[in-house]
């Protein structure tokens, strides 16, 4: 498969060659991204048992904002 595209690569043009190598390099900045992202933990849930206080009005209208209301 190397030697296919080796040759595909000889045939086209140098603007083609460009971007097909700014392609190959998204790609492996892509599949670094996912090694990454698989490796750290995920933050789902992180306080599930933890409490904590939340006062009773806070879903309540902000003051700050009440001329766009």
Do not use: I
Request: glycine share 2%; aromatic share 16%.
């Amino acid at each position: 498969m190397a030697e296919k595209l080796m040759k595909m690569y000889e045939m086209m043009s140098a603007s083609a060659q460009k971007e097909l190598y700014d392609f190959a390099l998204f790609l492996l900045s892509k599949n670094e991204d996912q090694s990454v992202s698989t490796s750290r933990k995920s933050m789902y849930g992180v306080w599930k048992n933890d409490s904590f206080y939340m006062s009773p009005d806070f879903d309540e209208p902000l003051d700050d904002f009440a001329e766009y209301m």
